[in-house]
Nanobody, 122 residues
Framework: EVQLQASGGGLVQAGGSLRLSCVSS????????IGWFRQAPGKEREMVSCISRSDGRSVYADSVKGRFTISSDNAKNTVTLQMNSLKPEDTAVYYC???????????????WGQGTLVTVSS
């Protein structure tokens, strides 16, 4: 099965940037997708962005559209989430996950990384 490792989180001031990475290894479906989800304390896990490794199509949550960019380097088995113009409300643990189709429902993703903490100060 596929193994996912998320990294790149940290502490940043509002308006700053961070780049998160998700590295995958092992076997999964040929057409699998990688989604980024986040969860803040006391809140439900929500989809931030998702990308198809096969055709590069991507989707974004309305709250991050125009600020975040997702990309995939299939040769390195790495998906990157570039986060710009960060806001305090972006503070959360960010997870990457894999499945066969992008979805806003985190329960539909079958493989998960360990998560990386992003803290945005005001």
């Amino acid at each position: 099965e596929v193994q996912l490792q998320a990294s790149g989180g940290g502490l940043v001031q509002a308006g700053g940037s961070l780049r998160l990475s998700c590295v995958s290894s092992g076997f999964f479906f040929d057409d699998y997708v990688i989604g980024w989800f986040r969860q803040a304390p006391g809140k439900e896990r929500e989809m931030v962005s998702c990308i198809s490794r096969s055709d590069g199509r991507s989707v974004y949550a309305d709250s991050v559209k125009g600020r975040f960019t997702i990309s995939s380097d299939n040769a390195k088995n790495t998906v990157t989430l570039q986060m710009n113009s960060l806001k305090p409300e972006d503070t959360a643990v960010y997870y990457c996950a894999a499945d066969t189709k992008c979805s806003t429902y985190w329960t539909l993703f079958g493989a998960w990384g360990q998560g990386t903490l992003v803290t945005v100060s005001s």
